[in-house]
């Protein structure tokens, strides 16, 4: 089977399974702590080299107050959970606002775990705008893009994964994503299934790789 | 019914249709031209503001010589039998490339056919790194993105409709796409059919618009 290098997860419908499990809104992001570790352990367990989890966005910080705790605190909870396994990670987003939260600063360049190796890279406060607006700071002469952008520690993405039935990036990595296979599942993320990820490369392995050409 | 403003459309499968039919790669593509007049004309005819033809990009033009010269003719066959309806015509992509065809030159700046209308969008020779490479002429103080690239001059994206099974952006101008809601059609481009442009309607009438809030 063709494994994909990188993969990239679009972790959604956290607010719309607590609304369907009869709680507010907020109270769906703890519930996408547990699935966050079992797609990071599969993804070391079938040898893919790197996983982009999209945490939370600039877009994002402009919900309600409740929400914007809940799922900071999520991300900082999954962040600390993984500093127990093996894995090399990476926090990546603007730092010069409020809404960055201090306990992930240490992570913003990129740290090894145990004994290293897959890469798992979170994007947190991260915007698309903010990413690609480091390119004008870069010379006209520069030809390549991948490498004047702030993300620039973050690969190109083979596979992304989205639960919760949206089809769309909304804003994930523009760069990286622009030759990536797209992939969306009906059910929440908190719903995750172990069956969802191996559907998922099932599929990707029927695709083929052109990178455009 | 909610309309898209501006649809994006990737006419992919005309290859893969000429095989199925047993001639030669090179032949699809003409059998795209007319599916592309008809999705004008439905796009039209729904008030749509504005539509984008992927067209060829950079990329595609290392393929085989039958192959380039034979989307390079459909393309610019397609634009000449638009300019017989009512609408504003812009052909955008890496003029200073000998994949640039001249017969389009004339269209590189948006004109105006017939009694005007809706903008329909042509993307020729396009490179999402040539175009985006454009922001590093840009100061780093205008914050703004979109203004500042080579496709400046076409909206945002609220729908993008893939003929040929693939789920991929493969490089559709990555700015305008970030929001997209992406709708994937199996058949072949040249298979097209009126009723694909009204599933991929009714499927968008039922997503909501976030923009990434």
Redesign the interface.
Known sequence: MRIPKHIGIIPDGNRRWAMFNSMTKDKGYQHGINPGLEVFKLCQKEQVEEVTFYGF?V??T??PKDQTIAFTKACIDSVILLTKEDCEILVLGNTESNCFPVELLPFTTRRKFGNGGIKVNFLINYG??WD??L??????S????QR?IHSKDISRIDLIIRWGG??????LL??Q???????VLENYWPDFKTKDFYNALAWYDE?DV????
């Open positions: 966005t877009d994002n402009k919900r698309w705008e690609l607006n390119l004008k700071n870069s010379s006209a520069n030809k390549n893009i004047y949206r089809r769309r990036l909304s804003g523009p760069i994503a622009v030759y990536a296979d797209f992939y695709q052109t990178l455009g050409g």
